[in-house]
């Protein structure tokens, strides 16, 4: 679990360190003011979604230090956390549940996929197309982050 105090403190730091204040700093990631004094205050726990816009805001601020305090703040961009290899073993132990959808027919989550070349646009139901479970449109996985409920995380860099 995350300790909110030392959470708190970091994020002092980070402002401190941009030199600015919280309404600015809420303002710059879009919460609001309010959310911010509250976490500030200890009266709230930061939301995942939280911790998401400060990293894309402020790509200095490290994921590790920011939650753990492990880690550098700024981040060091010479830094990259490999993936730990038991990491692997640890995630194939505890398998995240799988939703099953009767659109969706991919075996492989992780392959490239041709549905769209196969396909010319006549032939494909746009109706079933609504349905499915991911875009058609390639995109490069940049991490992968694993929460678990005890507070702690892994990141995965393919």
Do not use: C
């Amino acid at each position: 679990m995350v300790n909110i105090d030392d959470f708190v403190k970091r994020l002092e730091i980070i402002l401190e360190y941009y030199g600015i204040n919280a309404s600015s700093f809420a303002d710059k990631i879009g919460v609001q003011r309010s959310s911010m004094s509250h976490l500030l205050s200890g009266r709230n726990k930061p939301s995942l979604d939280f911790v998401m816009k400060i990293l894309e805001v402020f790509p200095d601020v490290d994921i590790y230090w920011l939650l753990n305090g492990k880690g550098s703040f700024p981040k060091n961009s010479d830094e990259i956390v490999p993936p730990k290899s038991s990491s692997i073993s640890e995630i194939d132990q505890n398998p995240a549940p799988t939703l099953f959808n009767e659109n969706f027919a991919g075996a492989d989550l992780f392959s490239e996929i041709n549905y769209a070349k196969e396909n010319t646009s006549e032939n494909i139901n746009h109706a079933s197309e609504k349905n499915l479970p991911f875009s058609l449109e390639k995109k490069e996985i940049e991490k992968i982050i694993f929460f678990y409920k005890n507070g702690t995380f892994k990141v995965y860099v393919p």
